[in-house]
C-alpha cells in the first residue's frame, strides 16, 4: 500500500526513514477524499484545490500535494529547504514545485513497482466502449484495474494507477488526447505493453489542427509500446492512418478489421437491435460464430479489439466466448421509455461524425417510427461542415423525423434538406429545453428517439425531461 515514503521516494529519489504511515486512496476534490488518504491540491479552470488542503485534513486525509505556501492550521513540509524538517505525525502538506508535476511522478513511481500488464487504448471513437468491454472480458480470468468513467487524461490515469494493489495482474487503461505529446506522457507514466488503436477521425481537430497531426498523436502509443514479443500494438486494418501506424512501432502488429487481410477478421455482422450483436469471427484458418451484449453493428470493432486484447495474453477461445457473452457491460448508450411510450435511446455523453453516423445506423436497425434528435457536433476546427453534412445525408436516409439542437445542426438541416428529406420532417432549435417542449408533445408509443451530440450541448437534458422516473 502506498506510504508517506514511497511518495519521498518518488519525489525526492530516496526516503528518509523514521516516520511512516499508509495512504488509502489519492484525490484532488477534497470532498472524495478518504481516511488517511492523500490530497493533491490542483490549479483549476474555475478554483484553487489550496483553498480546501484543511478542508481535506478535516475530512481525514493524512498527506496534501501542494506547489506554493498556503495558509493552514497543519505543519508544511518544504521538499527544497536545506534542512528537511518532518512534522512529527499527519495530517501535514508537502510542498513541491509543481503538485501535478508530482502527482505524475509519484504514479509512475507506484506504477513501476508492479510485474503487471498494462493495456493502453487510444483513438478518436470507441475507447470507452473498448476498454470497458476489454477489462470485462479480462476479469473472467485476471483480477483488473480500469480508470472509471473519463478519468484518461494527465490528472485521471495518474490516481487511477496509485490504485493499484499486490493483488492486480492487468491495468486496462483508456489514453485521451486533445494535442501531440499527451499520449506519449501517458505512456512515460503507465508503460504499456499493449496498445489498442481504434481509429482516427475529426474529434478534437479544432484542438489538434488536422486529421494528419490527429493520426500523429495517437501513433505516440504504439511507439512508445517494447519490442516483441513484449510489445504489442493492435491496430485497426481497416482504418489506413491506424493500420499505417505498423511501421512506428517496434512490437509485434496485431491487426483486426472487417477484411480477410487482417489477423483477427469478423463477416456476417448481424445486429439484433438492443438485444446485442452476432458475427462469425476468423482466426488462424478457424471460424467461430459469437454473440455479444452490444448495441450496433459498429460494435463488432470493439469485441474484436477485445478479443485480441484476451488472445495477446493467452487466452482460450472458449474463455474469450463465454467472457463476451455474459458480459455485464455499463455502456453509454442506455435506453429508457417516456410517458408515452416512446423509445428512448440515450447517447449523449459525447459526439462525433463518426460516432452519430454509427448510431444513425443503429437506429436504421429497430423498428418503430424513427426520431433523430440531434445536437451540434463541436471541437471540429475545418472538418465541421463535412461532418454535420454527412451527418445529415444519413440522417434523411434513416429518420422519419429530424430534430436538431444548435447553429451549427443548421448544416445538418441544409445536408438532410438537399437529400431529399421533406421540409416538414425537420425541426431546428436553437435550445434543449424548446426540442425537449416539443418531443413531449409529439412523441408517441412505438415511436423510437435517438439522442446524440456533444457533451457541452447537454442533450442529456432532453432525456431527463421525457424520461419516466420509476
Avoid at 494493489?165 to 483508456?174: F, K, P, R, W
Avoid at 443548421?410 to 435550445?431: C, I, M, N
Wanted: charged content about 20%.
Amino acid at each position: 500500500m502506498l506510504s508517506f515514503q514511497h511518495v519521498l521516494k518518488a519525489l525526492l529519489g530516496h526516503e528518509l526513514g523514521g516516520l511512516d504511515f499508509r495512504l488509502t486512496d489519492a484525490a484532488i476534490d477534497s470532498r472524495l477524499v478518504s481516511e488517511s488518504g492523500l490530497f493533491i491540491a490542483l490549479h483549476g479552470d474555475r478554483t484553487d484545490g489550496h483553498l480546501y488542503v484543511d478542508d481535506a485534513f478535516t475530512k481525514g486525509a493524512s498527506l496534501a500535494l501542494i506547489d506554493h505556501p498556503i495558509k493552514s492550521a497543519y505543519p508544511i513540509l518544504d521538499l527544497n529547504s536545506v534542512e528537511l524538517q518532518i512534522p512529527d505525525k499527519p495530517p501535514f502538506s508537502i510542498l513541491t514545485d509543481n503538485s501535478l508535476l508530482a502527482l505524475q511522478k509519484l504514479a509512475a513511481y507506484w506504477r513501476s513497482r508492479f510485474d503487471i500488464k498494462v493495456i493502453g487504448i487510444t483513438g478518436s471513437v470507441g475507447k470507452s466502449s473498448t476498454k470497458e468491454l476489454t477489462a470485462n472480458v479480462l476479469s473472467k480470468r485476471l483480477v483488473t484495474l480500469k480508470n472509471a468513467g473519463n478519468m484518461n487524461n494527465e490528472i485521471g490515469l495518474p490516481l487511477t494507477l496509485l490504485k493499484l494493489t499486490d493483488e492486480h495482474e492487468v491495468a486496462v487503461l483508456e489514453m485521451g488526447f486533445y494535442v501531440p505529446g499527451e499520449i506519449k506522457l501517458l505512456c512515460d507514466i503507465a508503460h504499456p505493453q499493449i496498445g489498442i488503436i481504434t481509429n482516427v477521425g475529426t474529434v478534437h481537430a479544432e484542438r489538434a489542427g488536422s486529421i494528419e497531426v490527429i493520426a500523429e498523436g495517437k501513433s505516440e502509443l504504439v511507439q512508445d509500446l517494447p519490442p516483441a514479443p513484449e510489445g504489442v500494438a493492435i491496430l485497426n486494418y481497416d482504418d489506413e492512418r491506424v493500420v499505417a501506424m505498423a511501421s512506428k512501432t517496434k512490437a509485434r502488429v496485431f491487426t483486426y478489421g472487417l477484411c480477410p487481410q487482417a489477423d483477427l477478421w469478423a463477416d456476417e455482422v448481424e445486429s439484433m437491435g438492443l438485444e446485442g450483436i452476432r458475427c462469425r469471427i476468423h482466426y488462424q484458418g478457424e471460424a467461430f460464430y459469437v454473440t455479444a451484449p452490444l448495441i450496433g453493428r459498429h460494435s463488432v470493432y470493439t469485441m474484436l479489439r477485445s478479443a485480441a486484447a484476451a488472445l495477446s495474453l493467452g487466452f482460450s477461445w472458449d474463455w474469450i466466448f463465454y467472457a463476451l457473452k455474459t458480459s455485464n457491460l455499463q455502456l453509454r448508450i442506455a435506453t429508457t421509455k417516456t410517458a408515452s411510450g416512446a423509445l428512448l435511446i440515450d447517447d449523449t455523453y459525447n459526439a462525433s461524425p463518426d460516432s452519430t453516423l454509427a448510431a444513425l445506423n443503429l437506429l436504421a436497425d429497430l423498428t418503430g417510427r424513427k426520431v433523430a434528435v440531434l445536437g451540434d457536433m463541436l471541437e471540429l476546427g475545418q472538418y465541421e461542415e463535412d461532418g454535420h453534412q454527412r451527418v445529415g445525408i444519413r440522417a434523411a436516409q434513416v429518420a422519419d423525423e429530424i430534430i436538431l439542437v444548435g447553429q451549427r445542426s443548421l448544416q445538418t438541416k441544409a445536408a438532410a434538406l438537399e437529400s431529399g428529406f421533406p421540409a416538414e420532417r425537420v425541426h431546428w432549435f436553437p435550445d434543449q429545453s424548446s426540442a425537449a417542449h416539443y418531443l413531449q408533445q409529439t412523441l408517441k408509443e412505438k415511436d423510437i428517439a435517438l439522442i446524440k451530440g456533444s457533451h457541452a450541448m447537454r442533450m442529456d437534458l432532453i432525456v431527463s425531461s421525457l424520461e419516466v422516473i420509476s
